[in-house]
């Protein structure tokens, strides 16, 4: 029996070009929604998680998380070590070694969901638009192996020896809230 995909969505209210950006609203609901909620058209509700810092900073994503229905992975350890809590979630969700696991950026939404499926089968897609993928396997090798903070918390430095293309001209990604504002008019077709 073939397991399907795990999407971990990595997220926190931590942020310091934008302070709460993951609850910032954006066509009516917060930013974390729409990476959510794509990434269970691309995976089915019951192979999405959504990754975040155990701390009274990010109660409120955990409760609106929740009451959206999302499966949330409470991480107990440094907040900059993303790839810890990537570890650590995802060996609480997936068990096979060959396990194909997801890494999904909170603040990227406008993923494609038909681009995520195709990531996870191996492409290579923007992630601005997708997301990345690894095993299990590789996950752990890498957990045990990276040391160097940096590339602890961001994971995109490690996750693949090979840069995915770049998203097209514009912007794809919230990083501030001038970001936030240009999706916004994406969004509504401006």
């Given at each position: 029996m073939t397991v399907p995909p795990l999407a971990i969505i990595q997220a926190r209210m931590g942020?310091?070009?934008?302070?709460?950006?993951m609850m910032?609203?954006?066509?009516?609901?917060?930013?974390?929604y729409?990476?959510?909620?794509?990434?269970v058209e691309a995976f089915g509700e019951a192979?999405?998680?959504?990754?975040?810092p155990a701390s009274?900073?990010?109660?409120?994503?955990?409760?609106?998380?929740?009451?959206?229905?999302?499966?949330?992975?409470?991480?107990?350890?440094d907040e900059d070590d993303v790839l810890g809590r990537f570890y650590y979630a995802a060996h609480t969700y997936r068990?096979?070694?060959?396990?194909?696991?997801?890494?999904?950026?909170?603040?990227?939404?406008?993923?494609d969901p038909k681009l995520m499926q195709a990531v996870a089968a191996?492409?290579?897609?923007?992630?601005?638009?997708?997301?990345?993928?690894?095993?299990l396997q590789s996950l752990t090798i890498l957990?045990?192996?990276v040391t160097d903070p940096e590339q602890r918390e961001h994971l995109s430095l490690i996750l693949s020896p090979v840069m995915p293309p770049a998203p097209p001209a514009g912007v794809w990604s919230v990083d501030t809230e001038d970001d936030l504002q240009a999706i916004q008019a994406k969004m509504e077709g401006k």
């Open positions: 942020s310091t070009r934008f302070p709460g950006k910032a609203p954006l066509a009516g609901k917060p930013l974390v729409w990476s959510w909620r794509r990434s192979n999405v998680v959504v990754a975040i009274e900073e990010n109660a409120p994503l955990k409760a609106f998380l929740e009451r959206i229905g999302a499966t949330v992975y409470q991480w107990f350890g068990w096979s070694p060959d396990a194909v696991i997801c890494r999904v950026c909170g603040e990227d939404p406008l993923k191996g492409a290579r897609h923007p992630v601005e638009l997708s997301c990345e993928a690894t095993t957990h045990f192996g």
